[in-house]
C-alpha cells in the first residue's frame, strides 16, 4: 500500500512549470526527494499537502484523493516545512495549547519529552531560538500528534552534523511501525543516503528517476578518461558525461557497459550532479 | 479555528493590551469631555486592526502553510480573522452604550453616531479583510489608509446629516448603514474564503 501516491502532477507557474510528476511513497518506507533549488521539490511538497491547487494530475494521500482528506486523516501527516511555521512569538508552552486545538492526537508529552531530547527550552519565545533549534521545534511538533506519515521539507538545514545525526535518529525510531512513511527532501545527499528506501530525483520541474536507493547504487558507476573512451561505451550506457581539464567523467550504467570496465562507485551526490550538470550523450 | 484564535490572542498579546489601554483613555477622555465621537471614532478601527496585525505575524512565521497541512481548512482559516475582528470589535463598540448611564449624553444624536459608527466599524472590516486576503498585508497597507481616510470623511458628512435632518430619516439612515455593515460580514466572509480558495501558499 501507498501512504502517498502522485499521478501526472502538473502545476504551471509564469517561469516554472512542474510537469508529469509521478512517485509514489510506499507505507513503511522513507522516500528521498532530491533536486537543485528550484527543481520543484516544494511545489511537489506543497501540492501533496493540499498548500497549492495544481493544475493537472491526481494526488492520492492513504488510498484517497488529497483534497478530499478529512480533517482527522489530515491530522495523520505530520509536516516540518523547510522555513519555521510556528509563531515566532509563542513559548513551546503557548504552542503546546495551541497544538492541543489543532490536533486531536496531541500529546503533550510526548512534545515536551522531544522538547528535552532536543534541548529546547519551554518558556523562551520561538523567535529567540536559533534557526536549528526552530527546526527541531517543528520537528518536535510533527512527531507529536500520532502522525502516519512525515512530509519533511529540508528538515535538517541549517543544523550542524551532530543534530542532524540526532534527527535522523529520532526518524528511524519513528518507522519502526510498518505502516509509516517519511517522505523527506534535503540538499544533504548523505544524510538520505543512511536513512532512505527510495530515491525521487526532480529536474526542472520533471521526475528523472523514482527508484529504490540500493538499485540505483548497484546500477551506476563513474567512468573517467579521454572522450574517445567515453564515446566507445554507447550511447545506452552513458547517461551523462562532465568534461574536466584531463578528460571526461561519465555516469555509466554498469549493465550496459559491460563487464570489462573499470568503474568508480557512484554516491547519490554523483548520480544527482551528473543527471543535473552533465550533458547527454 | 479555536487553534488559530487561540494562537491570534497569544500571539497579540501584547497588543491587545495595548489596545485595552486605548480604550480606556478614549473613553475617559470622551466621558469627561463630553464628546461621545472621540470614543465611537477609536472603536471604528478596532475589527480591522487585529486580524490585521494577526495576518502580518501569520505572513512572517508561515502559519498559514503549517495550518493547512495539519487539517485546518482554507474556511477555518478565514473564519478565525473575521471571528478575531469581531470579538474585539464588538465589545469595544457596545461599550459606547455605556455613555448613555451619563444623563448628558442621553440624547437621539449620540445613539444615532453610535449606530453610524458601529455600521462604518462593521464596513472597515469587510472592506480591509478580503483586501488583505487578496493582496497581503504589505501592499494592503495603501489601501487600508486610503479606507480609513474615507471612512472618517464619510463620518464626518454622516454626523452633520444626523445634526441637520435629525429625527426619523436619520434614524432611517443609520439602522440602513448598520445593517449594511452586518450583512457585509457575510459577504466579505464568501469573498475571503474564495480568495482562500484559489491561493497558493
Known sequence: ?281 | MKGTLLKDLKNLKGQLLYYAFLVVVFFVVGALSGNLYFYVGLSMFCGAVAPVSAIAYDEKDNWDKFALASGVSRKELAAARYLLGLLIFIPVWALSFVFFAIPAFRTQENLFAVLMFGGMGLIVTDVVLPLVFRIGVEKARAVYLLVVLAVMLLSVGAASFIELIGGDPAFIGVCLLFAAGVAGVFVSFVVSVGIYKRKDF
Open chain 1, 1 to 281: 500500500m501507498n501512504n502517498v501516491s502522485v499521478r501526472h502532477l502538473t502545476k504551471k507557474y509564469k517561469d516554472f512549470t512542474l510537469e508529469d510528476v509521478s512517485f509514489d511513497v510506499p507505507a513503511g518506507c522513507v522516500v528521498g526527494f532530491i533536486g537543485e533549488n528550484g527543481a520543484g521539490k516544494s511545489t511537489t511538497i506543497k501540492s501533496i499537502l493540499g498548500l497549492v491547487n495544481p493544475d493537472g494530475g491526481k494526488i492520492q494521500v492513504f488510498g484517497k484523493d488529497a483534497a478530499a482528506l478529512s480533517k482527522k486523516e489530515k491530522n495523520a501527516i505530520g509536516a516540518v516545512l523547510g522555513e519555521n511555521c510556528l509563531p515566532e512569538n509563542l513559548t513551546l508552552r503557548d504552542v503546546s495549547a495551541v497544538m492541543r486545538l489543532i490536533f486531536a492526537g496531541w500529546n503533550e508529552q510526548s512534545f515536551f519529552a522531544y522538547a528535552e531530547k532536543f534541548a529546547l527550552p519551554e518558556d523562551k519565545k520561538i523567535r529567540n531560538f536559533s534557526r536549528g533549534m526552530q527546526q527541531k521545534a517543528a520537528l518536535a511538533v510533527a512527531l507529536s500528534h500520532g502522525a502516519e506519515l512525515l512530509v519533511l521539507d529540508e528538515p535538517t538545514s541549517g543544523l550542524d552534523p551532530v543534530a542532524r545525526d540526532e534527527i535522523l535518529g529520532f526518524l528511524y525510531d519513528f518507522m519502526q511501525e510498518e505502516r509509516r512513511s517519511v517522505l523527506i527532501s534535503s540538499h544533504i545527499v548523505t544524510d538520505l543516503e543512511k536513512l532512505c528506501d527510495y530515491i525521487v530525483f526532480i529536474h526542472g520541474g520533471k521526475i528523472v528517476f523514482a527508484e529504490e536507493k540500493d538499485a540505483l547504487r548497484e546500477r551506476y558507476g563513474i567512468f573517467r578518461g579521454s572522450a574517445e573512451q567515453v564515446a566507445a561505451l554507447g550511447k545506452d550506457a552513458v547517461a551523462a558525461y562532465i568534461r574536466g581539464d584531463f578528460g571526461m567523467s561519465a555516469l555509466v550504467d554498469r549493465q550496459k557497459a559491460g563487464a570489462g570496465v573499470a568503474l568508480d562507485r557512484a554516491g547519490l551526490e554523483d548520480i544527482m550532479l551528473y543527471y543535473a550538470r552533465g550533458e547527454r550523450v
